[in-house]
């Protein structure tokens, strides 16, 4: 197999891919055999469509790369894809590339790679020197490889005490808190809490400390093990000593005297 690069403009490539065989039977065979019409089969699946039907190219461009809202099966071969009331009829083949993460980070990686670099404004694929799909700088995002859901492996309460490193006044945002031997980003889930917050009605200086409820969510996903942690509830705030504690009997030895 070579691979030959020519320049058709400036700043324009394409990549032609020959296969070269040395005897005449062997590249009847090549050519009659169960890889090339698998190969082709492919390149209709990925790139261009079969007999005008959809590509994974072209449903990931249509459909900017979501998750469809519905899957039903019209036969054993056929799936109808419903994305926000737009439904497509698709092979069963083209789902399974669609849902297939290694399939999907690949594409990214030819895709969105490239148009992401600077200089580089257009994915085309030609064939019969024919646009049969484009896709343009705008569009990269779509083709970056969805995140696999993640499966819960533990959640657990707990009952913890934390120092207020950062806090966060936007919704949803994260605060950074510490148990005393590391920190942690935390979401604070209780609303009457945040309220207080919100409306002045509990200040914080250094040193503080939150005895809170705290739920720890351990799920396993595509890059590795991933642990978050949310404040359910904030049973009490504790303020950073001020003065030194005195001992009663201090107290009294001071009247006395």
Same mark, same amino acid.
């Given at each position: 197999?070579?691979?030959?690069?020519?320049?058709?403009?400036?700043?324009?490539?394409?990549?032609?891919?020959?296969?070269? /065989?040395?005897?005449?039977?062997?590249?009847?065979?090549?050519?009659?055999?169960?890889?090339?019409?698998?190969?082709?089969?492919?390149?209709?699946?990925?790139?261009?469509?079969?007999?005008?039907?959809?590509?994974?190219?072209?449903?990931?461009?249509?459909?900017?790369?979501?998750?469809?809202?519905?899957?039903?099966?019209?036969?054993?071969?056929?799936?109808?894809?419903?994305?926000?009331?737009?439904?497509?009829?698709?092979?069963?083949?083209?789902?399974?590339?669609?849902?297939?993460?290694?399939?999907?980070?690949?594409?990214?990686?030819?895709?969105?790679?490239?148009?992401?670099?600077?200089?580089?404004?257009?994915?085309?694929?030609?064939?019969?020197?024919?646009?049969?799909?484009?896709?343009?700088?705008?569009?990269?995002?779509?083709?970056?490889?969805?995140?696999?859901?993640?499966?819960?492996?533990?959640?657990?309460?707990?009952?913890?005490?934390?120092?207020?490193?950062?806090?966060?006044?936007?919704?949803?945002?994260?605060?950074?808190?510490?148990?005393?031997?590391?920190?942690?980003?935390?979401?604070?889930?209780?609303?009457?809490?945040?309220?207080?917050?919100?409306?002045?009605?509990?200040?914080?200086?250094?040193?503080?400390?939150?005895?809170?409820?705290?739920?720890?969510? /351990?799920?396993?996903?595509?890059?590795?093990?991933?642990?978050?942690?949310?404040?359910?509830?904030?049973?009490?705030?504790?303020?950073?000593?001020?003065?030194?504690?005195?001992?009663?009997?201090?107290?009294?030895?001071? /009247?006395?005297?």
């Amino acid at each position: 197999m070579t691979v030959n690069v020519v320049a058709t403009a400036p700043g324009s490539f394409e990549i032609g891919i020959d296969i070269i /065989q040395s005897l005449y039977e062997q590249a009847k065979l090549l050519l009659n055999g169960d890889a090339i019409t698998a190969a082709l089969n492919l390149k209709e699946l990925v790139l261009t469509g079969a007999a005008g039907g959809a590509s994974l190219l072209w449903l990931i461009k249509n459909y900017k790369g979501k998750k469809p809202n519905r899957v039903e099966r019209l036969s054993e071969d056929t799936i109808r894809l419903t994305f926000d009331g737009q439904s497509t009829d698709v092979p069963l083949e083209l789902l399974r590339l669609y849902q297939d993460l290694a399939v999907r980070k690949a594409l990214e990686g030819v895709i969105t790679d490239p148009l992401r670099k600077s200089g580089i404004d257009q994915f085309r694929v030609i064939e019969a020197k024919k646009v049969a799909e484009e896709v343009d700088k705008s569009e990269a995002s779509y083709f970056v490889s969805p995140e696999p859901d993640g499966k819960v492996l533990l959640e657990d309460t707990r009952k913890a005490a934390f120092s207020i490193v950062s806090l966060a006044f936007k919704e949803d945002n994260k605060w950074r808190l510490h148990d005393g031997n590391s920190q942690i980003s935390a979401i604070i889930e209780d609303k009457d809490f945040l309220y207080k917050v919100d409306h002045q009605q509990i200040s914080f200086t250094k040193g503080d400390v939150l005895v809170c409820q705290v739920r720890v969510t /351990q799920t396993q996903t595509g890059g590795g093990l991933k642990t978050e942690y949310a404040v359910i509830k904030v049973d009490e705030h504790i303020r950073s000593p001020q003065q030194m504690d005195l001992l009663i009997e201090d107290l009294k030895g001071d /009247q006395s005297t």
